[in-house]
């Protein structure tokens, strides 16, 4: 059964959107990209600590401290757009919905055993239909508003909820119950598509951000210069600086397999 259901989940019907049906070489050059763009970002954050650390050795006649205010508003601007941090995955993103999916259909079966002795309790809480992500979301937060009190409930209501939480409570689900639903829709997203969604802003966002990475190289590489002048006798400084403003590189070499053992000759008697 979970096996199907993964199925299921991972295979939903395309999505409208032509941005959702890439091609895996575009993915591929996208998230190349995208983890060009954390590198550099992580290059920016660590010139911006040291420059800010040694401003005193930035001689007041350069441009120097005029370089760390446009490097600083640069880098607030990609982390804004969240060019600092890594998309979720479609299979970390999957991981959570069937997680998700899973608590759902556990407390469906306690509703329907509990029906036995309020009928109708099961109509409250049924089984998700499993057809795709959105059909868990949409169950998910069914669920959660019958379960989680808000500003709007009086005290009959407030009540009748608290008391729909303590069947699960009592048929082994952990009172923190809602709690631990509203976390969870968070994490994974409130709408059908977000991945979808999320996309087609990464690609509305993607020149802006190139342009930003590449205004910040070359404040970087400015701030560079003064330092290389200013620590031109103090190697160990100097030394500091290049490794924080060094941009690390992804390898690109996969582990090679072993060699094959090279078969015995067989040897005469």
Known sequence: MTGARSWRIQTARPSKHPASRLSQPKFKQNRIIENKVIRE?????????????????????????????????????????????????????????????????????????????????????????????GEVMRTANAFLAKLAPVTDDDAAATAAKAARVQVFVDHGTPDTLVADLQPDLENIGTATGTREQSREQGVLSTEQISQLVVQGQVQRDLLGAIFRTVYSHRPDKLA??????????????????????????????
């Open 240 to 269: 500091v600086w290049v490794s924080a403003s060094h941009v690390e590189h992804a390898s690109h070499h996969a582990a090679k397999p072993a060699p094959a053992p090279t078969p015995a000759t067989a040897t005469g008697s």
């Open 41 to 133: 970002c992580a290059s920016f954050d660590h010139s911006l600590v040291f420059a800010k650390a040694n401003g005193a050795d930035i001689p007041p006649t350069s441009k120097g401290a005029g370089y760390v205010a446009t490097l600083g508003n640069i880098y607030t601007q990609l982390v804004n757009a969240g060019a600092t941090q890594k998309p979720l995955s479609v299979s970390a993103q999957n991981a959570l919905i069937l997680a998700l999916d899973q608590k759902l259909d556990n407390m469906a079966a306690t509703a329907k055993a509990y029906a036995s002795i309020e009928p109708g309790f099961d109509d409250l809480f049924p089984r998700c239909a499993h057809l795709n992500p």
